[in-house]
Every structure is written in C-alpha cells, then in structure tokens.
C-alpha cells in the first residue's frame, strides 16, 4: 500500500494530466477525483505542462504520449529529474514511438478502465 501522503489518503494529492483531447481530459479527471485524489490539474500541451510543473510539482502525472504536434517526452524528462512518477496514456498500443530510454515507464491504453488507471495510481508508492 502507499504511504499516506499529506492530505491523509494512499491517493496522489496532486494529480497533473496532460491531455489534448478535452472529452477524455475531462473522463480521467472525473473518474480521479472519484477515486478521492484532492486536486487535479489538466493541460493540452508541453509548453503548459511545464509551466504547471514549475509553478507547483505535481505527485503524479498522465501523459498522453502523441500531442498536437508534439509529444509529451520532455515532460517525461522533466518529471524524471524530479523524481515524480507519471504514467503514459496512449491510444495506439505497443505502436506508439516511446525513445529506448523512456521505454519502460508505465503505460495505459485508451480508453482504459476505472480499475487499470487506479492501477496506474499505485505505481507511484515503486517509484
């Protein structure tokens, strides 16, 4: 089990989802706070998630891999250094173009269930 973090819960107090499409943003975002995890923040691209990131570190992230235009890869690079565990959200599977060096983060596919993104939660108590 995780340790209880400062809000009292095993859940992530702080919860960053990147996100471009606002539907599912909005469906990861429900089913968190569902879950009891206290705020959630979303943003739609990189140059967003890092202001976020510097502004207030995250306690865990959902990074959909493939943006607009770009990928979410520097986010992952930033959270690394910061030691925040994250998770990679993406639609197409083992298809999707994760550099070796990120390769084997955690990932969900979409769309995931309630029971596998509560999953994904729990990895950040083995990071």
Request: glycine fraction near 6%.
């Amino acid at each position: 089990m995780a340790p209880a973090l400062s809000n009292g819960s095993s859940w992530p107090a702080d919860v960053l989802i990147v996100e471009d499409d606002p539907i599912i943003a909005i469906d990861f975002e429900d089913r968190l706070l569902g879950f009891g995890v206290i705020g959630v923040r979303t943003v739609g691209s990189v140059t967003q998630a890092l202001d976020a990131i510097a502004k207030r570190t995250p306690d865990f992230a959902l990074l959909d891999v493939e943006l607009i235009r770009e990928t979410s890869f520097a986010i992952a690079e930033r959270l690394i250094a910061l030691k925040v565990p994250f998770v990679f959200v993406t639609g197409y599977g083992a298809d999707a173009r994760i550099p070796p060096e990120l390769a084997g983060r955690p990932r969900l596919q979409k769309p995931c269930s309630s029971d596998a993104l509560e999953a994904a939660l729990k990895i950040r108590a083995a990071n």
